[in-house]
């Protein structure tokens, strides 16, 4: 039996009273409070979290990652590691909108729902029953659907959380069907019970359980952004404010993968090894679409979104061939934790534009590197380590899902494929990203130096450290991963 820790508990008691004492705070302040105040409370809460996660595992409290458990709540390696990487994006963006509140009203409302979304992702990321995964899912979908549309006299930040939340009510009706099939054939909302109970099935119940599965894909790959789920992302990417793009595309986005791990491979292996297959070709067609469509962008933003598109794909390769290379799937956990950092940190870098110089048209960002130079570096280092160039973190992730998935070769004759349109794919997001730096660095004269916020510069010096420092020694990052990976053998018929 698993002894289970109070970590899940821990976070929610932390975030949750501070998400309600800010308002609380704010409503008793006549003067109202400023965003630097009520920033570095939402800070406080999350430093406490993510270090409490931290301890637990270095105390060597944490379990390795759990298929079965009688609990809602498992504190294990594979949610500890998705709790860290949630919690750092949410710190990320908390910091970052230290500068970006101080124009806009209200800031207690808006840091309030940020660890409120964060509440949602960690719990999402320990959830082993499905109605739990569900509360926690909204918990987390909820209040980004209103930070989407946090400025409220901007038509385009409207349009962005009305096609987010649209899209959202959606995917949460889908996963809900999902859930409903799943409990009426096997009389359980366990997740490692419906695994045990799909394996066991009557042959004439095969086709309930595999639209259940296909419910959940469909369901999380809204949230993951994959083809052909991914219409809304862009434009909500878009109009959002571009710190909010940053928890969504680094934070929110991430979660999905949580959910589908849990769920939907285990659940393929334990029904049928070709759904394997079908998520293959799902990834190829996201990393494909999202990155030809990214190199047709002209604004930042959008052309991030597709990238982050096109990262979807990569990660769905190692989930793809789960069964089949224990690399694979280590490599898309360590790809999540390297996509959550680097994309946060290109979102964040992009904040800071705007905050300042107030552009987001790629034809504007000349001369950058000579007006922001450590917002041009972190978005520049960032953009590299997207692109799988080493010595960067995103090189090694990259490098295990292209090779778990030549490992796979002799299982499944398909997935060295996958690796080739990996590796293809990669190289044509250096095209758009490379673009991206020629107009920073080798574009504009006689451009000024303008002032940095300081938040910004804070989070690119975090960045620039935590991504060449894995790439220089990804060796603990690497260990970490493997004891997060679950243990899908345990799931075959």
Do not use: C
């Not at 729902?113 to 995964?133: C, E, K, N, P, R």
């Not at 849990?262 to 090894?273: F, K, N, T, Y």
């Not at 953009?383 to 973190?393: C, D, E, K």
């Amino acid at each position: 039996m698993i002894e289970i820790s109070s970590t899940p508990l821990i976070i929610l008691a932390i975030l949750g009273t501070v998400a309600i004492a800010i308002p609380l705070i704010s409503i008793s302040r006549k003067d109202r409070g400023s965003s630097l105040f009520y920033g570095a409370i939402a800070l406080g809460a999350l430093l406490a979290s993510i270090g409490y996660v931290i301890y637990q595992f270095v105390t060597g409290n944490v379990a390795q990652s759990a298929i079965f458990s009688e609990d809602v709540l498992v504190d294990d390696a594979f949610g500890g590691l998705f709790a860290i990487a949630m919690l750092i994006v949410a710190i990320m963006t908390t910091v970052a909108s230290f500068n970006y509140m101080r124009k806009h009203k209200h800031p207690a409302v808006y840091f309030s729902l940020i660890l409120l979304s964060a509440i949602g992702m960690v719990f999402v990321a320990y959830s082993t029953d499905l109605v739990m995964l569900f509360v926690a899912w909204e918990l987390m979908s909820i209040p980004t659907y209103i930070l989407a549309g946090y400025m409220k006299k901007d038509p385009s930040s409207n349009e962005a959380a009305l096609k987010y939340f649209l899209f959202g009510a959606l995917s949460s009706a889908i996963i809900i069907y999902g859930i409903s099939i799943a409990y009426g054939i096997t009389g359980s909302t366990n997740i490692g019970e419906v695994i045990q109970g799909f394996s066991t099935l009557d042959p004439t119940m095969t086709p309930l359980a595999l639209l259940a599965v296909g419910m959940f894909i469909a369901g999380f790959g809204f949230k993951m952004g994959l083809v052909p789920f991914h219409m809304w992302l862009p434009d909500t990417y878009e109009g959002a404010p571009p710190t909010i793009a940053a928890l969504l595309a680094a934070g929110t986005k991430k979660v999905g993968f949580a959910a589908a791990l849990r769920i939907i491979i285990m659940g393929a292996v334990a029904l049928s090894l070709d759904w394997t297959f079908a998520l293959g070709i799902i990834a190829v067609m996201t990393m494909t679409v999202g990155n030809i469509a990214a190199v047709m962008q002209k604004n930042l933003a959008r052309m991030l979104a597709y990238s982050s598109i096109g990262h979807a794909g990569y990660i769905l390769i190692g989930l793809s061939i789960a069964p089949f290379s224990a690399i694979g799937i280590q490599g898309s956990l360590f790809h999540i934790l390297n996509h959550a950092v680097m994309k946060g940190a290109a979102f964040i870098a992009v904040a800071g534009i705007v905050t300042t110089l107030a552009v987001t048209n790629i034809d504007k960002l000349k001369g950058l590197a000579r007006k922001m130079p450590i917002t041009s570096l972190g978005l520049v280092i960032s953009l590299l380590a997207l692109a799988g160039v080493p010595p960067l973190s995103g090189f090694w992730s990259k490098l295990m899902l292209f090779g778990g998935a030549i490992d796979a070769g002799p299982i499944a004759a398909w997935a060295p494929w996958l690796a080739i349109a990996g590796v293809l794919n990669s190289a044509l997001s250096l095209a758009y990203y490379g673009w991206i730096i020629r107009k920073m660095y080798f574009e504009g004269e006689n451009e000024k130096r303008v002032k940095e916020p300081k938040s910004i510069i804070a989070v690119m010096i975090f960045s620039i450290i935590f991504i060449v420092a894995i790439g220089v020694y990804p060796d603990p990052i690497i260990q970490f991963t493997e004891t997060a990976v679950p243990n899908l053998a345990a799931l075959s018929p």
